[in-house]
């Protein structure tokens, strides 16, 4: 499928979002599988440690962000503009960064997994040995984390959807039979979890390198087109790096949720865990939306066709409204089913009911708030995308939870979340919509001043 297209908006917007949908409730499903499974055993202790350990696996997902979802920004406006042959100097870029930042992440974690598991609220010796098992085994997945997110993105930027989708596929399905073979069959508890997603991301992340190596995709992966200059490297991380931030605050803020949910008990630990999980349906969702717009909202940019933009972010927005209520409202409606199976201990069961049900109460704006933060990528606004990524889980957030804690409570701790998911989408709009008329108003002056000069050389010619 090629990423500039005359199709109808509608057809155009489900044919590349559909996909990266589909790809995040693969990624929902990698992050979800080894809590369940490990649910199974009856140990809300493991289900604890498998909680506190998501802030490591986020870690590698943030990274393969940076270099993904930059890249794919710069990418799709290079090919908007018609030059591949800077895309393909993005792309190599991207794989290499990925694979030296991976490996470097890998060794620090491998090094310091016991440090790391008390720094992420472990409390007796029980949960930090099986909190930094499971940090030690995953990190030797970490470079192929990195490139299964950052390939997945790129492969969408050249509007290969049903490839970038299908390596996420291949991972999910290696982890979800091998979990239950490690975890129950073999008794081997947290550290089998561990291994079935290490050998998931692993074939992940080799189909994607076979997928170029093939020369399959239209882009390279090179080492002839590998370069740090032409502001390569600077083009990236300056989008690449707020698209992050929304993942890394977010594991900072789980990081924090722990230690202070850990005053309350390592069962309302647990129970936040899942809490946080099954938020993570709707927002997931929300950001293969957001994820499936940005390179065709990224092509208009390039060929200046604004009209397309907007109708393009008009409807991304009525459809990120609608799926964001369709999924609250799926999570409300199964609530007791979904936390049930996860915990079978009632009172962690309780605190994860009732954290869930403050979590939820804004997830219907995740979809509209995916949208525009991936617009202001789209539109190469640097520094607004940073705010607006920095800001929910960030820059608000951690303020909020802090003093909301301290003056109300596990309830204030909870309710931090909501209040904040409000105050940025307020925020994120004004920006995008600022944007939009700075870049539509200077292209407005652009396109005068050619036709002018049109207009005189006819003059001359006459």
């Not at 506190?52 to 990274?63: D, G, H, K, R, Y």
């Not at 076979?210 to 390279?220: A, P």
């Not at 129970?271 to 940005?294: A, D």
Request: contains cysteine; proline residues 2%.
């Amino acid at each position: 499928m090629n990423i500039n297209s005359n199709e109808p908006v509608p057809k155009y917007v489900l044919k590349n979002t559909i996909p990266a949908i589909l790809g995040m409730i693969m990624v929902l499903i990698y992050n979800m599988a080894d809590l369940f499974f490990v649910g199974q055993t009856g140990d809300a202790l493991q289900v604890t440690s498998v909680s506190l350990a998501t802030p490591v696996f986020l870690v590698f997902i943030s990274i393969g962000t940076i270099f993904g979802m930059g890249g794919a920004s710069v990418i799709s406006r290079a090919l908007g503009a018609d030059n591949k042959v800077y895309a393909n100097k993005v792309a190599s870029f991207a794989f290499g960064a990925s694979v030296i930042v991976g490996i470097f992440v890998s060794i620090l974690l491998c090094v310091f997994a016991d440090d790391i598991a008390v720094k992420l609220g472990a409390a007796s010796d029980t949960t930090v040995q099986m909190v930094s098992q499971y940090i030690f085994i995953l990190a030797m997945s970490g470079p192929f984390i990195i490139l299964q997110t950052c390939f997945s993105n790129i492969l969408r930027a050249e509007g290969n959807v049903q490839k970038a989708m299908m390596g996420m596929l291949i991972g999910n399905i290696v982890n979800i039979v091998l979990d239950p073979i490690f975890i129950l069959v073999l008794g081997m508890n947290v550290p089998g979890a561990a291994i079935a997603t290490t050998i998931g991301n692993i074939c992940s992340g080799l189909y994607y390198i076979l997928f170029f190596v093939k020369r399959k995709s239209k882009l390279s992966i090179s080492l002839k087109d590998f370069t740090v200059k032409e502001k390569v490297c600077r083009n990236v991380l300056a989008i690449g790096i707020p698209a992050s931030l929304g993942i890394i605050f977010t594991t900072v803020s789980q990081i924090v949720i722990n230690l202070l949910m850990s005053d309350y008990g390592e069962l309302a630990v647990a129970g936040v865990g899942v809490s946080l999980k099954i938020i993570l349906i709707s927002w997931m969702l929300c950001v293969g939306l957001g994820q499936g717009v940005q390179p065709i909202l990224g092509f208009c940019v390039g060929a200046k066709d604004w009209d397309r933009f907007l109708d393009i972010l008009k409807f991304s927005l009525l459809f990120g409204l609608a799926l964001g209520v369709v999924m609250t409202g799926f999570c409300y409606v199964g609530l007791t089913q979904i936390v049930g199976a996860f915990l079978a201990d009632e009172e962690a069961f309780a605190y994860a009911y009732y954290f869930s049900q403050i979590l939820l109460s804004t997830g219907c704006l995740l979809g509209v708030f995916n949208v525009l933060t991936n617009a202001l990528g789209a539109m190469g606004a640097e520094k607004s995308s940073l705010v607006a990524n920095a800001c929910r889980q960030g820059i608000i957030f951690l303020p909020l939870i802090l003093i909301m804690n301290y003056t109300m409570g596990i309830d204030g701790l909870l309710w931090a979340q909501p209040i904040s998911d409000v105050l940025t989408l307020i925020l994120t709009i004004i920006l995008c919509m600022n944007i939009y008329k700075i870049l539509r108003s200077k292209d407005k002056v652009v396109e005068k001043h050619h036709t002018n000069e049109l207009g005189e050389q006819n003059v001359q010619s006459i």
